[in-house]
């Protein structure tokens, strides 16, 4: 408190003491009710057995953890977001650059084109799902249509455990595109057009082997932060899950924040739901503080 | 030679981009062009992409009266621009004092933002679920509203735009008389347009479109948010299969956001991609 009564009195200002708890209190002490403590609450949570409605709650050490960890329902959701995510970062990446690069120093349609990759980050993902259900319908579907009038052999995306965790990633690759397109635009165009000449005059003239010798590497920073930003969004996957296969066919795309809205809000139970919560945003953090690291140092040449 | 070439690459550049930019649309297009189907084309083992006869009258009304869907685009309205308006108003005052005002404490607070930031709504929904089941405000609007009324975004952005607010302003505003939160509210806020803009797209698309919450902590459909009402409307329509009501009923949810968009394209971009970029 003294140094800011110190700094008041320089300042010869008029306001008093009171000013700064008006200013700051409301936000520190929602900040506290709403996510700090309920966080702190869910992980001492996690060490008891309670279970919403029920009577009581006793102290089980790590008990959650251990029947998590020999849970092979827990596992599976592991792979399944695991799978997700590793199909959905290269996907959204690979396409966002591809589709910067192309835009970059174009000028002729290229509102048209942004608003078009952009589109689907405003859209209700929730009523997308259900277009994307309905276009992924075995018989009914656009997607089937396509396929066997190319000739090829219908797939029943989302009703075939081998595709429907695929199906559900193209979503997500769709979904996630035109975001990392704004991001890697602004990458591109942090690039000093200098560097790019002296590459040209030092006899990198091909495309592709300029962006492989000079824009790629530069590029790096950038391609990192899209990375984690991309891991982190995926990892929290549940809109199409809940909307399209709640889970199935066959457990196959039962996700983590899935298992933990079921845990939690279906069954109630609401010590073993815990545990998981730390478990997800144990991963979350993670890559928040690698990201935060990450842009720290976003620009090295 | 050279122009030939660049040519070349330029409608290589340009058939990419079309089929991309076709890939992105589709579910859009297919989601308006089956909300005017009848439901034997819907269902026409013949397919047509094109409706055969006129069903989007049937369809719209039907998600009108068959969903509470007026009241759907209501309650989206009321919460997210309710979330919006408080979030402002707590966060901005705080931003204010981390950015200006040096304060014993300020370290501590700003790292707890930090915090906040890392800690996404699923973490700390099961203690609130518990806490408004115990004081029974499950299915009110406050339980859609009140655990959003912080936003640690807002004040971190607020505070990086807040940080440039010339000093020699707030004093002469001090020495005029000016409160503290009158110096927030009636010279430093009015001047932070483009970062209370940016904010106020990324809250309101984000609570506009939220299931996760929603569906926890509502289950009257009289209070559902758009995402919610959709889903319980899909449920109870599935057994009658009327997928071009249900495509009406999804236009109809994600039209104020999309006309929004391609009005001002620009801020919408920057208002989403902001946790991104710096």
């Known amino acids: 408190m003294s140094a800011y009564i110190a700094s008041n009195n320089r300042s010869g200002a008029r306001y008093g003491f009171l000013s700064l708890p008006t200013l700051v209190m409301p936000a520190t002490i929602l900040l506290l009710a709403f996510s700090l403590v309920p ?3 869910v992980i001492l949570l996690s060490f008891t057995n309670y279970e919403l409605g029920m009577p009581g709650l006793h102290f089980v050490g790590l008990g959650n953890y251990s029947d998590m960890v020999s849970d092979h329902i827990f596992w599976q959701s592991v792979r399944n977001t695991a799978l997700y995510v590793a ?3 290269p996907g959204s990446i690979f396409m966002a650059l591809l589709v910067a690069l192309l835009l970059e120093r174009r000028r002729f349609m290229t509102r048209f084109y942004k608003v078009a990759y952009f589109l689907p980050v405003t859209a209700t993902l929730v009523a997308m799902a259900t277009v994307w259900e309905f276009i992924l319908h075995p018989t009914f579907g656009l997607a089937n249509h396509l396929l066997t009038s190319l000739g090829w052999e219908p797939v029943r995306f989302l009703a075939d455990p081998n595709w429907a965790m695929v199906s559900l990633a193209i979503i997500g690759i769709w979904q996630s595109v035109g975001f990392n397109v704004i991001l890697f635009l602004a990458g591109l165009g942090s690039i000093p057009r200098e560097i790019d000449e002296a590459a040209a005059l030092d006899g990198a003239d091909g495309g592709l082997d300029r962006f492989l010798t000079v824009t790629w590497p530069l590029l790096g920073p950038t391609t990192l932060f899209v990375t984690l930003t991309t891991a982190v969004n995926s990892l929290r996957i549940f809109e199409s899950v809940t909307v399209i296969t709640q889970g199935g066919p066959d457990k196959s795309t039962g996700v983590i924040l899935y298992s933990i809205y079921l845990e939690a809000f279906r069954y109630f139970r ?6 998981l919560t730390v478990a997800f945003l144990a991963v979350t953090v993670t890559l928040i503080l690698l990201q935060m690291r990450v842009s720290d140092r976003k620009v090295h040449y | ?7 070349f690459a330029s409608a290589v550049a340009h058939s990419i981009l079309l089929a991309g930019a076709a890939f992105m649309l589709m579910p859009f297009v297919w989601m308006v062009i089956t909300s005017l189907k009848t439901p034997d084309d819907v269902f026409l083992a013949d397919f047509h992409l094109l409706p055969s006869k006129w069903g989007g009258t049937d369809n719209y009304i039907s998600a009108f009266t068959e969903a509470p869907l007026l009241r759907l685009m209501l309650n989206g309205a009321f919460v997210s621009l309710s979330i919006l308006v408080i979030q402002v108003v707590i966060a901005a005052p705080c931003a ?9 404490g300020s370290g501590i607070l700003m790292s707890l933002v930090l915090l906040g930031l890392m800690i996404p709504i699923q973490v700390p929904a099961l203690p609130i679920y518990i806490a408004f089941a115990y004081v029974g405000l499950l299915d009110t609007y406050t339980a859609l509203i009140v655990p959003f009324s912080i936003s640690v975004f807002c004040i971190f952005l607020l505070r990086q735009f807040f940080k440039t607010f010339p000093h020699e302003i707030i004093e002469a505003a001090r020495l005029d008389g000016y409160s503290e939160l009158g110096i927030v509210w009636l010279i430093v806020v009015p001047s932070s347009w483009p970062a209370i803009a940016a904010f106020s797209i990324f809250s309101v698309v984000g609570h506009w479109n939220d299931l996760y919450w929603p569906l926890i902590v509502i289950t009257d459909p009289n209070l559902a948010t758009p995402p919610l009402g959709l889903m319980m409307f899909r449920q109870s329509s599935q057994a009658g299969g009327n997928i071009g009501a249900l495509m009406a009923a999804g236009t109809i949810v994600i039209a104020p956001l999309v006309l929004a968009f391609l ?7 920057r208002g989403l991609t902001v946790t991104g970029l710096k």
């Open chain 1, 39 to 41: 966080s702190a609450v």
């Open chain 1, 87 to 89: 199909i959905v970062v």
């Open chain 1, 270 to 275: 609401t010590g073993y739901a815990s545990a």
């Open chain 2, 1 to 7: 030679m050279v122009q030939n070439r660049s040519l």
């Open chain 2, 96 to 104: 204010y004092a981390l950015a200006k005002i040096p304060f014993r």
């Open chain 2, 263 to 269: 009005f001002a394209q620009a801020q919408f971009i």
